[in-house]
């Protein structure tokens, strides 16, 4: 039995090295440290006497065969399999990393190429790199950033690293043809350093473009395809719409003589305001859009089979279906700051589109002249009654003073009393002056007889006269139906007649105010702008609605982005 000979394991220490320990990489092992201070056993090809196979120095020259001495197969085998891995040309760091290995594993490895062989039956590759950095794994579905720290870049320069150690070990296992290899280079911690800051520029690089082709690809799926879809459609399918413009407003009749607030505001906007507001409302209304329907046929205009299907009605669409698509084409607004009402009606013919125009203003200045009818007809109705009732009054008033003055037989007692008052002051004035004469006469001392006595037949008949006069008076002052109580009572009826008269009089002042105050509470509507067929198609803006469209899926895409991006962030951390 022949015992296999056991090489003895030394290392050669090289002073020169020691310096180049500093400027090593600060994330290389403890085992690369070692390297640093050990010169590499290089595996150097040294011509034999067959075939030329490299021989390593660090391992002693094998003892020689005993002459007539044949080992087994197993034996045979492993001499073959070593003297393979010795033509792989595996450097003095590999030899070293893979004899540790074999210690570690407990392995009867009489040399370094035999522990590589032993690890290989036993399926353990003898170059793997163990150290701390390969236990630090990313999760999945995160990526390393730019400027990631040097760990993560550790990381990735050692996954190429294994990766380029395991192509080396697949080729290492294919067959080898019977050449000599040279052995390869040892690199210094500037030329790894390089090494693995050029694999970690690709590696960024790559994903790079990556992240970039990802981006692309999601834009061009969620911004630019709706975009092209809606620009496709916005110039190739939908129907044309034109649109007919038109302005007017509602204008109140002059305030001749109206005062306080209400001439204040008259001739301003604030003045019909409110009537301006409630017009917009009724032409906006589903109201307005069934009396179009019913006079000019609103549903069947849109529901023409060449209309495209978005703003096409179906042919027995329903009122709220009818007044949506009439809310999109009949577009009225009022300016506060001008009293104008603008209204703009699309239709997909441009003579249609005038047409409606012309019957929703016709509507609107209908519902103008009966917003104040009911007031004004109320208005009118009181002041008419309170006139009639002053008239009525008046002529009750007027019959019983007539009545009066019949009972009486007089028309004028008060003339006649007068009459009486001035005929007694006469013929007491007459009376005076003849009794005057008589005592003139009396006053001789031989008057003459004839005068005195014709004298004094004067006085006597005035006498008389002043008493029947005086007498009439007093019947007429006297009883029931005395002169004085007819002339009360016909003073009473005359009063209450003049009272009548005022009543009536303000009563007719009051109906004419009213009339005034009506006219005034009445509204014009006045077209400024009159609806005209437009000859170019107002609707769609092909141009706009694609810009639009671009920006709101632009913003879609940008607001579910920052929310992932946000969520995942909060799931990661």
Not at 179 to 186: D, G, K, L, R
Not at 423 to 439: G, M, P, S, T
Not at 503 to 511: I, K, N, R
Not at 533 to 543: D, H, L, N, V
Request: glycine share 6%.
């Amino acid at each position: 039995m022949t015992t296999k000979p056991k090489a003895r394991k030394f290392r050669i220490r090289r002073t020169s090295l020691l310096g180049s320990a500093a400027v090593a990489d600060d994330h290389a092992t403890e085992e690369e440290e070692l390297d640093r201070q050990e010169e590499p056993a290089v595996a150097r090809a040294v011509p034999g006497p067959d075939a030329g196979a490299p021989v390593d120095e660090e391992a002693a020259p094998p003892e020689a065969a005993h002459d007539g001495q044949v080992g087994s197969a197993a034996e045979a085998a492993a001499d073959t399999d070593i003297e393979a891995i010795r033509r792989e040309g595996l450097t003095g760091r590999q030899l070293r990393m893979a004899r540790r290995v074999a210690q570690k594993h407990n392995l009867p490895a009489t040399s370094d190429f035999d522990a590589v062989r032993l690890l290989r039956e036993q399926g353990i590759d003898p170059f793997a790199r163990a150290n701390m950095l390969e236990l630090v794994v990313p999760q999945s579905g995160t990526e390393l950033a730019d400027g990631a720290p040097d760990a993560f870049a550790a990381v990735s320069a050692a996954a190429a690293a294994g990766q380029m150690q395991a192509a080396q070990q697949g080729a290492a296992r294919q067959p080898i043809p019977h050449t000599t290899y040279s052995p390869a280079p040892e690199l210094t911690p500037a030329q790894r350093r390089e090494r693995d800051i050029g694999a970690i520029q690709r590696d960024i690089m790559l994903r790079r473009r990556k992240r970039l082709m990802l981006l692309l690809t999601r834009l061009a799926f969620f911004v630019l395809l709706p975009t092209v879809i809606c620009g496709w459609f916005f110039y190739k399918v939908a129907t044309p719409m034109y649109s007919s413009k038109s302005e007017f407003l509602i204008l109140q009749a002059d305030n001749v003589g109206g005062s306080g607030l209400g001439g204040l505001l008259s001739g301003t906007q604030f003045a019909t305001s409110q009537d301006s507001i409630a017009t917009q409302s009724y032409l906006q209304s589903k109201d307005a859009m069934l009396r179009l329907d019913s006079d000019v046929g609103f549903k069947s205009h849109f529901s023409q089979d060449w209309i495209d299907p978005i703003q096409r009605l179906a042919p027995d669409a329903s009122n709220e279906e009818a007044y949506r698509t009439y809310s999109r084409n009949v577009k009225i607004g009022y300016d506060p700051t001008e009293g104008v009402i603008r209204m703009e009606v699309a239709a997909a013919d441009p003579e249609v589109a005038r047409e409606f125009s012309d019957k929703l203003i016709s509507y609107a200045e209908q519902r103008i002249n009966h917003l104040s009818e009911q007031k004004r007809a109320d208005q009118m109705r009181d002041a008419k009654t309170g006139f009639a009732e002053a008239e009525e009054a008046r002529r009750q008033a007027q019959a019983a003073l007539v009545n009066l003055q019949q009972q009486g037989a007089l028309l004028d007692p008060e003339a006649l009393i007068s009459t009486l008052r001035g005929q007694i002051n006469n013929v007491e004035l007459q009376l005076q002056d003849k009794e005057l004469q008589l005592a003139a006469l009396l006053d001789n001392a031989r008057p003459n007889q004839a005068r005195v006595d014709g004298a004094q037949a004067d006085v006597d008949r005035l006498r008389k006269l002043l008493d029947g006069l005086n007498a009439k008076m007093i019947d007429a002052s006297k009883g029931e139906n005395s002169l004085a109580e007819l002339s009360a009572r016909i003073e009473m009826a005359r009063a209450d007649l003049t009272t009548r008269n005022l009543m009536l009089e303000s009563a007719l002042q009051q109906v004419e105010q009213t009339r005034m105050e009506a006219n005034r509470q009445v509204r014009y509507l006045t077209t400024s702008v009159q609806p005209v067929a437009s000859q170019e198609a107002s609707y769609p803006r092909k141009f706009e609605n694609t810009i639009l469209a671009f920006l709101i899926f632009s913003g879609i895409y940008l607001m579910l982005s920052l929310t992932a991006s946000i969520l995942r962030e909060q799931v990661t951390s």
